[in-house]
């Protein structure tokens, strides 16, 4: 078995003659966690979405765990392996953080199961390790419309890992967030790294510096370089094509 669980060969994906993803070559090692940055309009979303389905590509292929993924739905490589956290958290908002991740952990899959059905020995245990390691124990019982952002964004990848996938995709899991939930953000990160093999995508350099160990910059939907943050900082055409503009993103 390879010990890549991802890899991307050849890949462009074209939008009517824009090339959004446009030749790109990537491949994340089982366990690696791995932060993709880049400018607007690198094509990082586009390339969440090949990954999980959302997009084919036009040319290229996708294997995740040395499976091809070409023609299959979104929820048929959800179910292989693959969870994805969008920007925005998407939690039930009139549930409380623990029986978000009851329905998660539901076998049964749907809303009436995971509040009305009694949940087992071992989804309860799954269910009160997740929250101590998500940080809400203390809010575990109270509506999710009541937590802060931050701990939304938490519960969220909580929700994501009660799934049991084998890779997690974040989509800037620290934006909007201060600086003390950053960190927490980060920490989580890292502590489900241990176990899980993880690509974030993010723009708060200051975040990357704490959670990356390797970094791959995305430029007009290619690999621009990849390497360490320090590598990756100091090089001139990252400087050049992403991180002088970032104030011009910001504005």
């Keep these: 078995m390879s010990d890549k669980i991802l890899q991307i060969e050849n890949l462009t994906v074209s939008f009517d003659g824009f090339k959004a993803i ?7 090692d089982t366990g690696e966690l791995r932060v993709v940055i880049g400018p607007n309009g690198a094509g990082k979303t586009t390339f969440l979405d090949i990954i999980t389905g959302k997009t084919q590509p036009t040319i290229g292929r996708v294997l995740f765990k040395g499976r091809d993924l ?10 292989m392996g693959v969870g994805r956290k969008f ?14 991740l009851e329905l998660c952990c539901n076998r049964r899959k749907n809303i009436l199961g995971a ?3 009694k949940p087992t020995t071992a989804e309860r245990r799954t269910v009160g390790g997740l929250l101590e390691t998500i940080g809400l124990i203390p ?6 419309a009541l937590l802060a952002h931050g701990e939304k964004q938490r519960l969220e990848i909580g929700m994501l890992v009660a799934q049991s996938p084998d890779l997690l995709l974040v989509d800037e899991p620290v934006a909007g967030l201060t600086d003390e939930e950053t960190e927490k953000v ?4 890292m502590a489900l790294a241990e176990s899980h093999s993880i690509v974030v995508i993010e723009h708060d350099m200051e975040f990357v510096r704490q ?21 990756v900082q100091t090089d001139p055409r990252v400087i050049e094509v992403y991180l002088g503009h970032q ?3 910001a504005a």
Excluded: M, W
């Excluded at 959670?211 to 590598?231: F, M, N, P, Y």
């Design 22 to 28: 446009n030749n790109l070559n990537f491949s994340l």
């Design 70 to 79: 070409h023609g299959f739905k979104e929820h048929q490589i959800a179910r």
């Design 87 to 100: 920007q925005t958290p998407r939690v039930y908002l009139n549930l409380t953080p623990r029986e978000n």
């Design 115 to 117: 509040v009305f059905g």
């Design 139 to 144: 809010k575990a019982d109270i509506q999710a």
């Design 186 to 189: 980060g920490n989580l990160l």
């Design 211 to 231: 959670i990356a160990r390797k970094v791959t910059v995305l430029h007009q939907g290619s690999v621009l370089c990849e390497g360490s943050i320090d590598e």
């Design 247 to 249: 104030d011009d993103e």
